[in-house]
T-cell receptor, first 112, second 117 residues
Framework: QSALTQPASVSGSPGQSITISCTGTSSDVGGYNYVSWYQQHPGKAPKLMIYEVSNRPSGVSNRFSGSKSGDTASLTISGLQAADEADYYC????????????FGTGTKVTVL | EVQLLESGGGLVQPGGSLRLSCSASGFTFINYAMTWVRQAPGKGLEWVSTISDSGTFYSDSVKGRFTISRDNSKSTLYLQMSRLRAEDTALYYCAKSLPGSRAFDNWGQGTMITVSS
């Protein structure tokens, strides 16, 4: 199972909006509405930001939103803040032959 | 408050074995699927294994070498690792599943495994 494809880096100025893409296949991203997104600050554990493509867990800012079209999912961060600078990973459920998950390659978000 | 505390990491020689533990608190452990995810130094996240009501599941890279298990009476998740390879070197996180969502809503801080002679 290959990792989902994300851009290595995305940057934006404070207040701007950025979008991170996550491209898979019909066996994972395109086949299920089980895409999730995680934020990871250096030296810290990942934090769930979006689940089931577009749902936010309690406590996550509504500046974070998710969507999906075909085999590509996206995470949009609006009103970019310095605290948003981190690595972001997408993940998808896939059950090609048995239950499994696949993560994206990761995107470094830089706030200019 | 949900807490997950991994332990058992360390330095092990290639071909060796190690057992990781993840002690859980703040939720009814028996009701949740649990997962191990690892992160090699400077690299991305990699799903390793999940245990749920449906059974146990493994990535191709660890199948046949790692065994996931749980002791619900102790609210503890385990990962027995054998025939370790250099490429297993990573920080191993345990994570709790968000029911029905196929997502991981709580993570521990991780325990580091280094496989080296």
């Amino acid at each position: 199972q290959s990792a989902l494809t994300q851009p290595a880096s995305v940057s934006g100025s404070p207040g701007q909006s950025i979008t991170i893409s996550c491209t898979g296949t019909s066996s994972d991203v395109g086949g299920y509405n089980y895409v999730s997104w995680y934020q990871q600050h250096p030296g810290k554990a990942p934090k769930l930001m979006i689940y089931e493509v577009s749902n936010r867990p309690s406590g996550v800012s509504n500046r974070f939103s998710g969507s999906k079209s075909g085999d590509t999912a996206s995470l949009t961060i609006s009103g970019l803040q310095a605290a948003d600078e981190a690595d972001y990973y997408c993940s998808s459920y896939t059950s090609s032959s048995t239950l499994r998950y696949v993560f994206g390659t990761g995107t470094k978000v830089t706030v200019l | 408050e949900v807490q997950l505390l991994e332990s058992g990491g360390g330095l092990v020689q290639p071909g060796g074995s190690l057992r990781l533990s993840c002690s859980a608190s703040g939720f009814t452990f028996i009701n949740y699927a649990m997962t191990w995810v690892r992160q090699a130094p400077g690299k991305g996240l990699e799903w390793v294994s999940t245990i749920s009501d449906s059974g146990t599941f493994y990535s191709d890279s660890v199948k046949g070498r790692f065994t996931i298990s749980r002791d619900n009476s102790k609210s503890t998740l385990y990962l027995q690792m054998s025939r370790l390879r250099a490429e297993d070197t990573a920080l191993y996180y345990c994570a709790k599943s968000l029911p029905g969502s196929r997502a991981f809503d709580n993570w521990g801080q991780g325990t580091m495994i280094t496989v080296s002679s």
